[in-house]
């Protein structure tokens, strides 16, 4: 028995390959499929399987290019409905993978079709579990991700006893394998590992204390921020198909000179800068939007950029094919080439530049004497430990919450390390507001030892 965990940080999302016997299985892969042809080469087997946990609103998973590409079955849960072939498994049902086997256990509660993956090893013995979206470590999926369709009270209630009867039976020594990390927002607040044991999580993880149905209910629905805009997107890709990655990069991996650059630009596309923030804040294109490759590229993409929008890239040199790529991890096809040479190109050409300041940790406090602070981390974060007086709104919530902020006030942002924050920093400069600085490093190099829920005073 083989087992490998495949994670994307740009998507905090984990695929898994599974082998036995020269026989191998996939579990919610993402859209290039290439990786997963190229360690099953590598290790003498073939793919049979592609085991999808639910529909994803995250992602554009990869199974229908894979299928196409190794003749393997895609196999969903009970409740699912696509616009293609699948096998849609019963509850219970078993697949056997060399000598293996992998059971369906029907989990509805983050969608109706949600579904988990138990693998019994060549004993007949239950090893592991691929929850995908059920249970996470530290937390389980939202309920509140079908656009209404189902009420998000109603699908906490199938949460419940999904995870009662189906998940809270297993031995404790089951190791548990989800289907994303921290930063992902199919979950309220997921622990820093990928994995984890389900004894560790019946300790730990809040969902699976004993409560009531209601307090359940309540539980999980507490607190839910509005979903990025580009689930539902993705949600309708991933059950009606889609082109395929190569046609998509075909079209859309295209060097445009400078004066077609300009004349993108000029017709409505947005500039997005995938250089790390450190680049970005030394001179940049007036408008652009600065999303590093370095981080989780594709969330934040899909988070705050209108998924209809057509874009421009301007990327390292080297690195356009893969931000065009990544783009298409969630789904976003509407690319009209790349800078060839980047940004440079820009500033060869004489064309008007613009930069953000940041200060260095030592100076925040005499920074912020004299600014507002906007924190732009989640509320979880904010919580825990902030900047006594610091002005919150999350980096998700930050074009629709301008309102709340002055373009004539000067603000220093911060995030926990700076990615976050050269985001916040580039999307208000692009909203016209002029006065703006960023902390390098983020609040990681400010904070001193503080309790849980404090302030930092300035």
Same mark, same amino acid.
């Given at each position: 028995?083989?087992?490998? $965990?495949?994670?994307?940080? #740009?998507?905090? $999302?984990?695929?898994?390959?599974?082998?036995?016997?020269?026989? !191998?299985?996939?579990?919610?892969?993402?859209?290039?499929?290439?990786?997963?042809?190229?360690? !099953?080469?590598?290790?003498?087997?073939?793919?049979?399987?592609?085991?999808?946990?639910?529909?994803?609103?995250?992602?554009?998973?990869?199974?229908?290019?894979?299928?196409?590409?190794?003749?393997?079955?895609?196999?969903?849960?009970?409740?699912?409905?696509?616009?293609?072939?699948?096998?849609?498994?019963?509850?219970?049902?078993?697949?056997?993978?060399?000598?293996?086997?992998?059971?369906?256990?029907?989990? =509805?509660?983050?969608?109706?079709?949600?579904? #988990?993956?138990?693998?019994?090893?060549?004993?007949?013995? *239950?090893?592991?579990?691929?929850?995908?979206?059920? @249970?996470?470590?530290?937390?389980?999926?939202? *309920?509140?991700?079908?656009?209404? %369709?189902?009420?998000?009270?109603?699908?906490?209630?199938?949460?419940?006893?999904?995870?009662? +009867?189906?998940?809270?039976?297993?031995?404790?020594?089951?190791?548990?394998?989800?289907?994303?990390?921290?930063?992902?927002? #199919?979950?309220? +607040?997921?622990? /820093?590992?990928?994995?984890?044991?389900?004894?560790?999580?019946?300790? %730990?993880?809040?969902?699976?204390?004993?409560?009531?149905?209601?307090?359940?209910?309540?539980?999980?629905?507490?607190? &839910?921020?509005?979903? *990025?805009?580009?689930?539902?997107?993705?949600?309708?890709?991933?059950? /009606?198909?889609?082109? =395929?990655?190569?046609?998509?990069? !075909?079209?859309?991996?295209?060097?445009?000179?400078?004066?077609?650059?300009?004349?993108?630009?000029?017709?409505?596309?947005?500039?997005?800068?995938?250089?790390?923030?450190?680049?970005?804040?030394?001179?940049?294109?007036?408008?652009?939007?600065?999303?590093?490759?370095?981080?989780?590229?594709?969330?934040?993409?899909?988070?705050?950029?209108?998924?209809?929008?057509?874009?421009?890239?301007?990327? =390292?040199?080297?690195?356009?094919?893969?931000?065009?790529?990544?783009?298409?991890?969630?789904?976003?096809?509407?690319?009209?080439?790349?800078?060839?040479?980047?940004?440079?190109?820009? $500033?060869?050409?004489?064309?008007?530049?613009?930069?953000?300041?940041?200060?260095?940790?030592?100076?925040?406090?005499?920074?912020?004497?004299?600014?507002?602070?906007?924190?732009?981390?989640?509320?979880?974060?904010?919580?825990?430990?902030?900047?006594?007086?610091? $002005?919150?709104?999350?980096?998700?919530?930050?074009?629709?919450?301008?309102?709340?902020?002055? =373009?004539?006030?000067?603000? &220093?942002?911060? #995030?926990?390390?700076?990615?976050?924050?050269?985001?916040?920093?580039? &999307?208000?400069? /692009?909203?016209?507001?002029?006065?703006?600085? +960023? @902390?390098?490093?983020?609040?990681? /190099?400010?904070?001193?030892?503080?309790?849980?829920?404090?302030?930092?005073?300035?």
């Amino acid at each position: 028995m083989y087992i490998e $965990q495949l994670y994307t940080n #740009c998507l905090a $999302q984990a695929a898994y390959y599974i082998e036995s016997n020269g026989e !191998a299985a996939i579990v919610d892969p993402i859209r290039e499929w290439e990786p997963y042809v190229e360690l !099953a080469a590598r290790r003498g087997a073939r793919i049979r399987y592609i085991f999808e946990t639910h529909v994803h609103a995250d992602f554009v998973s990869g199974h229908l290019d894979l299928a196409r590409a190794t003749g393997a079955t895609i196999v969903f849960g009970p409740e699912a409905t696509t616009a293609y072939d699948v096998h849609a498994a019963r509850d219970g049902e078993r697949f056997q993978l060399g000598d293996l086997a992998i059971e369906t256990l029907h989990t =509805p509660g983050h969608t109706p079709e949600s579904t #988990c993956y138990l693998l019994s090893d060549e004993t007949g013995r *239950p090893s592991a579990i691929f929850t995908g979206d059920t @249970l996470f470590v530290g937390d389980v999926g939202r *309920p509140d991700l079908l656009d209404g %369709r189902v009420t998000k009270e109603s699908l906490a209630s199938r949460m419940y006893d999904s995870l009662r +009867n189906k998940i809270l039976p297993l031995a404790d020594d089951i190791v548990l394998y989800p289907g994303h990390g921290p930063g992902s927002s #199919c979950g309220k +607040n997921i622990g /820093k590992e990928t994995w984890s044991t389900l004894g560790e999580q019946k300790r %730990r993880n809040y969902a699976l204390r004993e409560m009531s149905r209601e307090a359940f209910i309540h539980a999980v629905t507490e607190g &839910l921020t509005a979903p *990025p805009a580009y689930y539902f997107f993705d949600a309708t890709i991933n059950k /009606k198909g889609y082109t =395929p990655l190569e046609e998509v990069l !075909a079209r859309n991996v295209h060097a445009l000179d400078l004066e077609a650059f300009e004349g993108a630009r000029s017709k409505g596309a947005l500039v997005l800068d995938v250089r790390g923030p450190e680049e970005f804040e030394l001179g940049f294109i007036p408008g652009s939007i600065n999303i590093g490759l370095d981080g989780q590229y594709a969330l934040w993409v899909g988070t705050l950029i209108d998924s209809r929008s057509p874009l421009a890239i301007v990327a =390292p040199p080297g690195r356009e094919e893969e931000a065009i790529r990544r783009l298409a991890r969630v789904g976003y096809e509407q690319v009209v080439g790349f800078l060839n040479g980047g940004f440079d190109t820009w $500033q060869a050409g004489g064309r008007p530049v613009e930069r953000i300041s940041s200060v260095e940790p030592e100076a925040f406090h005499d920074s912020a004497s004299t600014r507002t602070v906007l924190d732009v981390r989640k509320l979880g974060e904010f919580e825990t430990a902030h900047v006594d007086g610091a $002005q919150h709104i999350p980096l998700a919530e930050l074009e629709a919450r301008l309102g709340e902020l002055d =373009p004539r006030e000067p603000y &220093l942002i911060h #995030c926990a390390g700076g990615y976050r924050s050269m985001i916040a920093a580039s &999307l208000l400069r /692009k909203k016209g507001f002029e006065d703006v600085l +960023n @902390l390098h490093g983020g609040f990681s /190099k400010i904070r001193p030892p503080v309790p849980e829920g404090s302030s930092v005073p300035l």
